[in-house]
């Protein structure tokens, strides 16, 4: 099995672009970043969450500390392909990744039915305290189209570039497809830039002579926000929380 990375420690900063920006900025960054070898790529998740959207209604109010889990995948993976298994955490500003790779079944029985994977790591321990804490159930399937770049000089820089945004709530599987309902305007692009310390002199004057500023923007935020309350009023929920 190839290696990978499991543990991420980083600044995320986010922005919306148009079309025309997309473009003259893909431009500007060639001088200092190049392209992964995967081009323009798919990647699928699906959202766990308490049956109420606990986390996802305390992730909106911005607190100091949050977290979400997701099961992740790069295409649309067949019977023993391998997925992630993230948790991703949130804590003054700073991002901490951790993820498990395990084939697809043996990803969904966990998450599903609570069958340990048999493996043993700290990042397993660290999300079966989480399962035991919010008892999470899958929510929503987000998918997007993603080009990622990596600086020159650092490869810990990381540009990300998603488009065609898009979600479903049915079907909750990772092998039944990338297809959803748009949730992002076709003519945007969500950029985010990936740091593990300050942003390059560089970097910061190519998007300040672009004039190209920080958006906060939640993909399973804003899908909650836009398509997903109506269920929690539905039952009767306390969306004030």
Not at 4 to 17: A, D, I, P, S, W
Not at 187 to 196: A, D, N, Y
Request: charged share 25%; proline share 4%.
């Amino acid at each position: 099995m190839a290696a990978y990375q499991n543990v991420f420690k980083r600044y995320e900063k986010k922005y919306m672009l148009t079309e025309r920006q997309h473009h003259t900025l893909l431009l500007a960054l060639q001088a200092y970043m190049n392209q992964d070898r995967f081009g323009w790529h798919t990647i699928g998740n699906i959202y766990f969450d308490t049956d109420s959207y606990d986390l996802i209604r305390a992730s909106i109010e911005k607190p100091v500390y949050k977290e979400k889990l997701r099961l992740r995948s790069y295409g649309i993976p067949k019977s023993g392909d391998k997925v992630f298994v993230e948790l991703k955490k949130k804590f003054t500003g700073v991002v901490y990744k951790r993820r498990i790779q395990l084939p697809l079944e043996k990803a969904d029985n966990y998450l599903l039915h609570g069958e340990q994977p048999g493996v043993s790591s700290q990042i397993l321990r660290e999300i079966d305290w989480f399962m035991m804490r919010y008892h999470p159930v899958p929510k929503v399937f987000i998918a997007y189209d993603r080009l990622a770049l990596f600086g020159k000089e650092d490869e810990n820089l990381r540009i990300t570039f998603d488009r065609n945004i898009r979600f479903r709530q049915s079907q909750l599987d990772l092998s039944k497809g990338t297809w959803g309902n748009p949730l992002l305007d076709s003519q945007k692009v969500l950029m985010e830039i990936k740091i593990p310390g300050s942003m390059p002199l560089w970097l910061s004057g190519i998007l300040n002579q672009m004039e190209i500023f920080p958006n906060s923007y939640s993909k399973y935020g804003t899908c909650y926000k836009e398509h997903l309350i109506h269920q929690v009023y539905k039952k009767g929920g306390d969306i004030s929380a």
